[in-house]
């Protein structure tokens, strides 16, 4: 390759991965924001509350922290073409383990967005029975977290306390 | 500008445009599958439990759904940069479906119609300066977090809620 060629090259593909990786940091800024407000929520429910349901047909407190635990393996796991599943949600640990393994469950998932680039978001994969880019399938795992914290929300104020994303405001 | 210069602005303009003509193409197809969801929803709760609220703290169910009406419409006036329209003072069922889906359709018109330009550049927000692609995530986001506080009004109800659409 003529040097000139080879710097435009180099030149083109530095300019594009900054192009780029906006949509990869967008998308981690947003999971990083729900993270912390679950993980808050699950250490601010006091221990004796993780039974709590508010209905009877629904995830007690314990369960629903444990079902975003479970998802951040199955949905983070396909975007690494990994097959890691957990089952926190049906086997529900007392408080301190469960805050522990959703710690742990964050971290695994933290790590797709911490390493995504855009090249490696719009890859393929199979997602829920249809084939959607890993930005897709990182996205609904970042809206389908809030969509449980809201749940969590009415909980934590059914107990008398504040949601972490409502603290400031109170 | 030199020749070299001009045909790597050309395809950098190029680059971006693509991926936020399909972003906003894949946004809207989602934030249109997602309408029946939200307004199945409002439709699930009946018209005399619209003022229930699970405790003094929070919304009442109407103020949910009125509330993410409302914001639907600021995130997407934003996003033109503009102030949202006037928005109707609805309080009972049939209104505020009327109003949810039509700020849904308000902002389908406006992902619809998006520029690269738009997509890139920072705009007002509810929750405050964003770029196109930042504050349709945070529309997203904000419609799924009040939604699911919802559900569990439904369900304290002993009403299931829709089925869960992606």
Redesign the interface.
Known sequence: MKPLIFI?AL??AG??WA??N??ST??R??FNT?QDYVIRAAEKMPADGYAFK??P??RSFGQLIGHIADDQYAFCGVVKREKKLADFERNTPPKAEMVAALKAAFAYSGDAYSLMT?AWAKERVQF?GRER?KL?VL??N???A??????????L??K?L?PP?SEKK? | MKP?ALT?AA??AA??YA?DSK?AE?FGK?WARTRPLTIGVAQAMPPVQYEFR??P??MSFAEQIAHIAQINYAFCAGLKDTAPPPMPSATDKDALIIFLGDSFDYCSATIAAVTPEQMDRPHSSPDGRL?G??LL??L??HL??????????L??K?I?PPQ?V?
């Open positions: 435009i030149a083109f300019a594009l192009e780029d906006p949509l967008e998308a800024t947003n729900i508010p209905a047909d629904i855009d829920l880019v897709n996205t609904f970042t809206e389908h809030w969509e449980h914290y809201g749940n969590i929300v009415v909980y104020r059914l008398g504040v994303s109170d | 070299f790597l395809l950098l680059t971006s991926a972003f894949e989602r699970p405790d703290g929070s770029n692609r930042e995530l945070a997203y986001v799924a977090h009040h939604r699911g506080q919802e559900e569990v009004y369900r304290i002993g299931k869960y992606f």
